[in-house]
């Protein structure tokens, strides 16, 4: 669960609110009716804001693959990097990140120690 679900929760209690004052002197009934025509609403506003945030996040990504695809392809030309240098940089960093330094090994059961010595005082 992320913070922009609870994000959301909050908006729609916090707007919710407001059904109180309204509802209040209703009976059962009709103040089941009005809850449910208020979260119809909120539904079908969410869902026409959700196509348009979509839209403009699509557009944005067009954007973003000409304007950056442009510059990537300069650099590279600038740079003299060929067509499969970045695949295989990529393929050597995730080699080398799998790989842990002997010495690492090390260093991590030196601050363990100086840990457990720390505790000891």
Not at 52 to 78: H, P, R
Not at 99 to 109: K, L, R, S, T
Request: charged residues 25%.
């Amino acid at each position: 669960m992320g913070l922009e679900d609870l994000e959301t929760l909050e908006r729609v209690f916090s707007t919710s609110n407001m059904l109180a004052s309204m509802t209040q002197y209703m009976s059962a009934f009709r103040r089941r009716v009005f809850i449910d025509m208020f979260f119809r609403q909120w539904d079908e506003d969410k869902y026409l804001n959700l196509g348009t945030m979509l839209l403009n996040n699509y557009k944005q990504a067009l954007d973003i693959i000409n304007i950056e695809g442009a510059a990537l392809a300069e650099a590279k030309v600038s740079l003299g990097i060929r067509e499969g240098d970045i695949e295989h940089w990529q393929k050597e960093e995730q080699l080398y990140i799998g790989v842990e330094p002997e010495w690492d090994i090390f260093v991590v059961a030196y601050v363990e120690q100086l840990q457990k010595l720390r505790l000891l005082r």
